[in-house]
């Protein structure tokens, strides 16, 4: 019996280095090149060369979240590095480029000269240039080509295979349709997420129209219904909406009739209770989480408020969403590590520094690139605000210029921030009194920089289309980008909140009296709770100190 080859290791950065070192037919300078902008690369993932892998399909994923500006590098800088990569790949095996160099061929070139829109010249771009390298013909594009072009990119250095694939299959089937003299078929579509939910078509207008009713009355429509509650807001409605088809949805894939369903009395019967919650227990492995809680929740209260069942069904149902909810009044394992990041001094004064550098960079484009400029004051107002005023992501988006920003003096100095009780969670009133640097970045904002994103007339702070605000998910991306571009640091709107507390009670350990006031928690319960133990790592390294000191040593900065 022959013994196995033994496999090799595979292919590092460290050998693309002696690759491009030993390369012949390369200069000087490009020997130069390459060399330190794979050392780069290495220096960004914070690795030795010798130990990552030199395979363009996990780069491309590690290189993408890398932001630029966090290391102190231009955008133009980082793709230059990133295609003297793609070069020293290149010298140790056969790699998709970037972009194709060479012309396309004359049937692919005439498709593109009849592109009108340059968006979609460039969607189709690379894929053409790919197609018209391997010799295919624009009828020759099927699915069969898509996947090999998808494969292809795989094996490149793009930030995103995947939605540069989505994109082009968009691309080329919206060609197909609108092109006249476009001689290719349409391909199919690949999903971002295959869901379950069907549409209300799909399902009674008798359940629709009962859910409607219980929308209604949750959304406080009837001026002479006495409600024992506040009326939910539009977000929440869609979600409600979007739970009661959910349900309905999982017990047609679990064998019920449609017909079946007739109202919302149909959906709480223990049996159906059951075998619908059932359906999502065993999509999420047999276990609950916080979206199956916050359904039983809600069919819980169709049950007790709508349908009104009898009690001992509502005992019943009552006891089945105790044991799916999963949910803790405590900050979740997943926000305490993103806590950890600002343990570090560094990370805490990029952070706290990032409105003033958002000012820097929208001085320098200010000329060229208004718009941009301005969104970047936005953002570096937004973020600001966040860091001095910590209110949730709803009532920063629908801050008004003259509901919400109170001047205290006719002269127009000083401002407060004041969310009135019945747009706050839970209904307390919050007032910040805004230190003066966070005035007069609102102050140059408003003046400079917010009349190029919107008309006078459109009186919110962060202006959306017409007369509205931006919508919380845009605005919260929007932050979440650009803290991770600027900064390296991965977090969202709320973390804010937590950040803010986290920060006073390391300088302030046991001050929990004044976190509370400040985030308008409406207990000191809720507030000890979540932040209880958040100034232990503080408390231990004041302690560690103290050791240290009487042993005659330092305590590392």
């Given at each position: ?15 693309v280095?002696?690759?491009a070192k030993a390369?012949?037919d ?29 395979s ?6 590690r ?24 070069a020293?790949?290149a ?17 692919w ?7 009108q ?6 969607g189709?771009?690379?894929?053409m ?16 080509v ?31 349709a ?15 997420r ?10 009674p ?16 429509h ?15 409605l ?24 007739q109202?919302l ?7 159906t ?29 169709i ?24 949910r ?30 958002l000012?820097?960079q ?19 107002v ?27 003096n ?19 009133e ?13 102050e140059?904002?408003?003046a400079?920089?917010r ?16 007369l509205?605000?931006?919508?919380r998910?845009?605005?919260g ?56 133990g958040?100034?232990t ?10 050791i ?10």
């Open positions: 019996m022959t013994s196995p080859t033994p496999s090799r290791n595979p292919l590092t950065l460290a050998e280095i002696a690759a390369a012949p390369l200069t000087d300078r490009r020997r130069q090149d390459i060399v330190s902008a794979v050392r780069t690369v290495a220096r960004l993932l914070q690795s030795d060369p010798a130990r990552i892998p030199a363009p399909r996990l780069l491309s994923g290189l993408s979240e890398i932001p630029p500006a966090a290391h102190g590098m231009s955008q133009a800088r980082w793709n230059n590095v990133r295609s003297l990569l793609r020293g790949l010298l140790c095996g056969p790699i998709t480029p970037g972009r194709h160099l060479g012309g396309l061929s004359e049937e070139r005439v498709l593109r000269d009849a592109l829109e340059r968006k979609q010249r460039v189709l771009s690379r894929f240039h790919h197609c018209s390298a391997a010799g295919l013909s624009p009828l020759a594009v099927d699915d069969e898509m996947e090999a072009f998808g494969a292809a990119l795989l094996d490149s250095l793009i930030r995103s295979p995947a939605e540069q694939m989505r994109g082009t299959r968009f691309a080329w089937n919206r060609a197909c609108e092109q006249p003299c476009w001689p290719g078929r349409p391909v199919g579509i690949v999903s971002r295959i869901s379950h939910v069907l549409r209300w078509s799909a399902l207008a008798s359940l629709r129209a009962d859910a409607q009713g219980w929308l209604d009355r949750l959304a406080g009837d001026l002479l219904d006495d409600l024992p509650f506040r009326p939910v807001k539009p977000a929440t869609e979600a409600r909406d979007r739970q009661i088809r959910a349900f309905a949805s999982a017990l047609v894939h679990r064998g019920r009739d449609p017909a079946l369903l109202r009395a149909d959906l709480v019967e223990l049996p209770l059951k075998d619908g919650l059932r359906y999502f227990l065993d999509r999420n492995g047999g276990k609950s989480s916080g979206a199956i809680a916050d359904l039983a929740a809600t069919l819980k209260a049950a007790r408020h709508w349908v009104k069942v009898p009690q001992a069904q509502l005992d019943q149902i009552s006891a089945m969403q105790r044991k799916l909810d999963v803790t009044r405590s900050m979740t394992l997943t926000n305490r590590h993103r806590l950890r990041q600002f343990d570090d001094a560094d990370n805490v004064r990029a952070l706290l520094n990032l409105p003033q550098r000012i820097a929208a001085e320098r484009i200010r000329a060229k690139q208004p718009r941009h400029a301005a969104l970047r004051v936005q953002m570096a937004a973020v600001d605000v966040l860091l001095m005023a910590p209110v949730r992501i709803s009532n920063l988006v629908e801050i008004d210029i003259d509901r919400n920003l109170i001047r205290l006719r002269q127009g100095s000083g401002l407060h921030l004041v969310i009135p009780s019945g747009l706050v969670k839970n209904r307390q919050l007032e910040f009194p805004l230190p003066e640097s966070t005035v007069r970045l609102i140059r904002y408003l400079e920089f009349p190029t994103l919107a008309s006078n007339e459109n009186r919110a702070l962060f202006p959306g289309q017409g509205s605000c931006k919508g998910g845009i605005i991306q929007q932050i979440k980008r650009v803290v991770h571009l600027n900064t390296g640091l991965r977090l969202h709107p709320h973390l804010f909140r937590h950040i803010g507390a986290k920060l006073f009670l390391d300088a302030n350990p046991g001050a929990h009296e004044v976190v509370r006031r400040v985030l308008g928690h409406r207990s000191i319960e809720t507030t000890m709770s979540y932040y209880t958040m100034e790592a503080a408390a231990v390294r004041h302690f560690d100190a103290t240290l000191k009487l042993r005659g040593e330092r305590a590392a900065p």
